[in-house]
Structures are given as C-alpha cells and as structure tokens.
C-alpha cells in the first residue's frame, strides 16, 4: 500500500465526513455534502481491538449486541 497518497481523505470525503475546498462527489445524481446512514466507513485502527482480527470484530459486536435479543425472540 502508498502511504500518504490520500486515500483516507477520499474516504472521508466519499462518507461525506470532509468537504473537498471545490469539485466534489455525486452518488446517484446527488452531491455528497454530509454523512448518510446509507454510506458508511469502518475504521481498522490497531488502537482499537489489537487481539480482534477482520473476522471477529464484526463477530464480537453480534455475540455483546444481537445474540442475547436473537436469543429471546427464538424461545
């Protein structure tokens, strides 16, 4: 991977968390000006969960999260 190329600018300026100074981008005929619930970015930051891997990240928020909801509405 580059470093220092901007791809985490782009990023944040396709989730509509910065604002380019001029141009911009459009999704579906619409200018992308502010942050949606219908586009999202997920952060890897080793400072985050260091022991999570990719996989049980997502996995350890739906066995905290979901599992005990899952759980009562199955029984």
Known sequence: ???GCG???VL???TGLDRPDSGGFTLNNG???RPSL???MVFRD???LPWF?????????????WAPRW???SE
């Open 71 to 73: 759980k009562s509405v």
């Open 53 to 65: 891997s990719v996989e049980k990240t997502p996995r350890s928020v739906f066995t905290a999260y």
């Open 1 to 3: 991977m580059v470093c």
């Open 38 to 40: 219908k586009r999202g």
């Open 7 to 9: 791809k985490s600018t």
């Open 31 to 33: 200018l992308i000006d």
């Open 46 to 48: 080793h400072r985050l």
């Open 12 to 14: 944040r300026f396709l």
